[in-house]
């Protein structure tokens, strides 16, 4: 069954967003704090226009990174893990997250040393996929397994190269199906699961957040755009041009909930 979730968890941009961890350093301006909080009103608006019952906790000046509550807790089967995310700088965003959830569902939390970033965590039905990047380690997927296998899910390791998180170019589109962009991943990596395939320069559109039949996708991909659209998906197109800038994306940005 799909999962469809019915609550979001999301934060405002900090004051400080324009500090934001990067893996490289972008090229043309800087970010634009002031846009950047338009672009987020935009998707809360978007999920609220999804029939999501979207909570909008304050920004958290002192964590410029804080408004990423993706990469703070994997909610799954009822039940939440929070994470230890793999940026030291990260780890203080997370009990606000824990205030914010624990009063919804049974919350569980990881212990050091293991780290997870929740970007890094892609459910497929019965699957979590978790990308081994540079913020999961070993501790963290098997904190992962810990709270979740006996949920009935299988945790599911891909290796996570080139890019900061394994949803950085893949996502969800319903149990069956993921969107993934071309030579991300190994050969083989989703071999039993629906993959449609957009091209290599379009992957930071692999991120999208989809309910029931619509797909929340970054503005100015359109090939993506084709291939939802052939797949009979409605498309919501997103400018998120300075939370890119700061290495973020769709799902980043909110964390999902709902039955399931
Ligand atoms: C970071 O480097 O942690 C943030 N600047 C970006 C986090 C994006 N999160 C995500 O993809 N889940």
Known sequence: MTFRPTHALTRG?????ATALVQAPHAGPPIDVERARAQHAAYVAALEGLGLAVAVLPPDDAHPDACFVEDC???AAGRALLTRPGAPSRLGEVQAIATALAPRLPVTAMEGPATLDGGDVLRSGDRLYVGRSGRTNPAGVAALRATFEGAGLAVVEVPVAGMLHLKCAASAL?????????????????????VIAIPAAEAYAANVVVVGRTALVADGHPHTRAALEAHGYEVVALDVSEIRKADGSLTCLSILFGAG
């Open 174 to 194: 319903d149990a069956e199906t993921l969107l993934v962009a071309e030579g991300a991943f190994p050969a083989g990596t989703f071999a039993d699961r629906r």
């Open 13 to 17: 941009i900090p004051a400080t967003f």
């Open 73 to 75: 807790a994997v909610i």
